[in-house]
């Protein structure tokens, strides 16, 4: 029987590489129903903010996966990112980015290199919190859950497990962002405790990248939050031999999402010179992923064939080692012609058959105490701090007396330094002495008071402590 399978060809060389794609999954006789959708710059033109029709949700809700071409979001505000909103929507939280050598077909300084990175796919600076609070001054809000971050760091040894890897990397920030970063460190170290066979190792994602940039032969399987894992997968692809070549699979518990790691490429759109090959490696994690396995292990031969015998597309043609450069429907027939052969020198891709991931296990996560000790109030007004600082130090509601202000994260009260450049964004702090808790009215009461005496106020931030610390 057919596997109903979603399909979106979507913008740029989106058409083009989809239509490449299709050609070889035919020829290679996969057992797929094709439901095309459209979604991208004409849905988002058409008035969609999401870029595609509400009623695409049913279609990809009963359908097996989700194979996508590259899509282009419209310049401008208000158009929120389709990849995102499928990822989101669907919670499919596992993003697996492969980045494998191919040399010395495929030019690269790093011959040895094989390295997966599962990415974090639903929270992070991603869920698309962001503001404009003042004319000049704008706010992401970066959400680690540790919900989110128990899924994906089971998810990468889960995947280390089955496919016979033996290490997990972590890449975060928790020298900086002692919150969020931090607990998705407490959480991988916590769950790599139960996997006692599979090496563990974490870096500070700054150096981390640069030691995958200089030598990637070190790391097997890293995991890390949506931004970082969205930039490095970009960058690990690129140093294996080419973007171009890099395919990515979106697991959840409910669905699965299949597409390139590259976008749309609009200039060379229409022109046939895009490869395929990104899509093409996100069809067959597809292919796995639904139990065709033999078929996506006879396309990936086929595919390593098609590298040895130097048919390349411009992007990773080279004098002295390509043979011939092809254009994109060229190259995809120039795959179908090598379905059944093996390839001499790159290794042969074998497959085999692995049941889903249960949905993982949840922790129930803190019980701790929380009490409620103050609020951190933005406002919006231009420098300097003498010209309101009068307006606001007598006020006091409660327990809760003024005991901090700060400039983009830098103390200016009390103990400031001359030298620190304000912009227009403050924030005020308020608290009890001692840790006394306050109540949310005496927090209402304080907002009230700014508000008689005629203070923009932005936003504010409720101050708790659990267990006793402080959790700001």
């Known amino acids: 029987?057919?596997?109903?399978?979603?399909?979106?060809?979507?913008?740029?060389?989106?058409?083009?590489?989809?239509?490449?794609?299709?050609?070889?999954?035919?020829?290679?006789?996969?057992?797929?129903?094709?439901?095309?959708?459209?979604?991208?710059?004409?849905?988002?033109?058409?008035?969609?903010?999401?870029?595609?029709?509400?009623?695409?949700?049913?279609?990809?809700?009963?359908?097996?996966?989700?194979?996508?071409?590259?899509?282009?979001?419209?310049?401008g505000g208000g158009f929120k990112s389709l990849n995102v909103t499928v990822r989101t929507t669907l919670g499919l939280y596992a993003n697996v980015r492969p980045c494998v050598s191919y040399f010395p077909f495929v030019d690269t300084k790093h011959p040895g290199m094989d390295v997966v990175i599962v990415r974090e796919n639903e929270e992070?600076?991603?869920?698309?919190?962001?503001?404009?609070?003042?004319?000049?001054?704008?706010?992401?809000?970066?959400?680690?859950?540790?919900?989110?971050?128990?899924?994906?760091?089971?998810?990468?040894?889960?995947?280390?497990?089955?496919?016979?890897?033996?290490?997990?990397?972590?890449?975060?920030?928790?020298?900086?962002?002692?919150?969020?970063?931090?607990?998705?460190?407490?959480?991988?170290?916590?769950?790599?405790?139960?996997?006692?066979?599979?090496?563990?190792?974490?870096?500070?994602?700054?150096?981390?990248?640069?030691k995958l940039a200089d030598t990637p032969e070190i790391f097997d399987v890293l995991v890390m939050p949506n931004l970082y894992g969205d930039i490095l997968s970009d960058v690990a692809a690129q140093i294996a031999g080419s973007v171009g070549l890099a395919g990515s699979a979106n697991i959840?518990?409910?669905?699965?999402?299949?597409?390139?790691?590259?976008?749309?490429?609009?200039?060379?759109?229409?022109?046939?010179?895009?490869?395929?090959?990104?899509?093409?490696?996100?069809?067959?994690?597809?292919?796995?992923?639904?139990?065709?396995?033999?078929?996506?292990?006879?396309?990936?031969?086929?595919?390593?064939?098609?590298?040895?015998?130097?048919?390349?597309?411009?992007?990773?043609?080279?004098?002295?080692v390509s043979r011939e450069k092809v254009g994109t429907k060229e190259f995809a027939k120039a795959v179908a012609a090598n379905l059944g052969k093996q390839p001499q020198q790159l290794s042969p891709v074998t497959y085999k058959v692995l049941p889903h991931l249960p949905p993982p296990p949840l922790t129930e996560g803190s019980l701790e105490e929380r009490k409620l000790l103050g609020i951190d109030i933005f406002i919006y007004h231009k420098p300097p701090l003498e010209h309101f600082f009068s307006r606001i130090s007598h006020i006091a509601i409660g327990p809760l007396r003024l005991k901090m202000i700060t400039n983009r994260g830098v103390r200016v009260w009390p103990e400031g330094q001359p030298e620190t450049f304000c912009i227009e964004q403050w924030r005020c702090r308020f608290l009890g002495n001692d840790g006394v808790a306050v109540s949310q009215n005496d927090l209402i009461q304080l907002l009230h008071a700014f508000d008689t005496v005629q203070m923009d106020v932005i936003k504010s931030e409720h101050l708790y402590s659990f267990a006793g610390n402080p959790g700001f």
């Open 252 to 320: 959840g518990d409910h669905g699965a999402m299949f597409e390139a790691i590259h976008g749309s490429a609009p200039r060379r759109a229409g022109q046939n010179v895009a490869n395929p090959s990104g899509l093409l490696l996100g069809a067959i994690q597809m292919l796995v992923h639904i139990g065709q396995e033999k078929v996506a292990e006879a396309i990936h031969n086929a595919w390593l064939c098609t590298l040895e015998e130097g048919i390349h597309t411009y992007d990773i043609y080279k004098e002295g």
């Open 124 to 210: 992070d600076l991603y869920a698309g919190l962001e503001y404009r609070q003042t004319p000049n001054v704008c706010q992401s809000l970066k959400l680690i859950s540790r919900q989110g971050s128990e899924k994906i760091v089971r998810y990468a040894f889960e995947y280390a497990k089955r496919h016979g890897r033996k290490k997990v990397t972590l890449f975060m920030k928790d020298n900086i962002m002692k919150f969020s970063d931090g607990l998705f460190h407490k959480v991988f170290d916590e769950i790599a405790k139960e996997y006692p066979d599979i090496v563990n190792e974490h870096w500070i994602v700054d150096i981390g990248a640069a």
């Open 1 to 75: 029987m057919k596997t109903p399978v979603a399909i979106a060809k979507g913008d740029g060389i989106g058409p083009e590489i989809m239509d490449a794609t299709l050609f070889i999954l035919d020829a290679a006789a996969a057992q797929l129903e094709l439901h095309e959708v459209e979604i991208g710059e004409k849905m988002y033109l058409k008035g969609f903010p999401t870029g595609m029709d509400p009623k695409t949700w049913e279609i990809l809700r009963h359908t097996k996966a989700f194979l996508k071409a590259p899509i282009t979001t419209p310049q």
